[in-house]
């Protein structure tokens, strides 16, 4: 079974920056689009980025141009790099596959952007 480990979260003042990671262990990492989530309980889990096979990014509008989504293939590893971080970013961060063909969701990481 997959299981997903996703960290680097924290708290940090509005402006300032974060890398999350995420490792997908017990799988062919390299052939899968790998997504960056997150969520406020209760509410819906948003896309915030996704980088597919080949390596090519996308983002919400909300984050673009701030954050930086890349992949490690070797170390079956996805990573968000955060910077000028605003309030509205503080959320629960998961990684995962497309919807569709999910792993089991894991704890995910707090990110807290607070002054």
């Known amino acids: 079974q997959v299981q997903v480990v996703e960290s680097g979260g924290g708290v940090v003042q509005p402006g300032g920056s974060l890398t999350l990671s995420c490792t997908a262990s017990?799988?062919?990492?390299?052939?899968?689009?790998m997504n960056w989530y997150r969520q406020v309980a209760g509410t819906e889990r948003e896309l915030v980025a996704s980088?597919?096979?080949?390596?090519?990014?996308t983002y919400v509008d909300s984050v673009e141009g701030r954050f930086t989504i890349s992949r490690d293939n070797a170390k079956s590893s996805v990573f968000l790099q955060m910077r000028s971080l605003k309030p509205e970013d503080t959320d629960v961060y998961y990684c995962n596959r497309n919807p569709a063909c999910a792993w089991k969701w894991g704890q995910g990481t707090q990110v807290t952007v607070s002054s």
């Open positions: 017990g799988t062919v990492f390299k052939t899968y689009t």
């Open positions: 980088i597919n096979s080949g390596g090519t990014p």
